[in-house]
């Protein structure tokens, strides 16, 4: 069993001619390519929406002036009294 020759390509594409029609080819392959091009496009947007592995998220924290108490501590719960 070899590769293909001229012929067997020229059998299999009178074959394909004759079953779909020479009108519905340029319509089946415009198809195809569209699926294509959708399918890049859609694994190019999953991909965009992945964050990198160890880039963690950024919380907006503000620190106490120094010497004073943080919140919640027992210092805290006494002046409030």
């Known amino acids: 069993m070899g590769s293909f020759s001229f012929w067997h ?3 299999v594409l009178l074959v394909i ?4 029609g020479a009108g ?4 089946v ?8 091009k959708n399918f ?7 991909g965009e929406g992945d964050k990198p592995a160890g880039q ?3 919380i ?5 002036p120094s010497g004073a108490a943080p919140t ?5 719960k006494t002046a409030q009294h």
């Open 17 to 20: 001619l004759i079953i779909f």
């Open 24 to 27: 519905k080819l340029p319509r």
């Open 60 to 64: 907006n924290q503000q620190t106490p």
């Open 40 to 46: 890049r496009k859609g694994m190019k947007e999953e």
């Open 56 to 58: 963690a998220p950024v």
């Open 9 to 11: 390509w020229l059998i």
């Open 29 to 36: 392959a415009g198809d195809l390519a569209s699926g294509i």
């Open 72 to 76: 919640g501590t027992p210092a805290d």
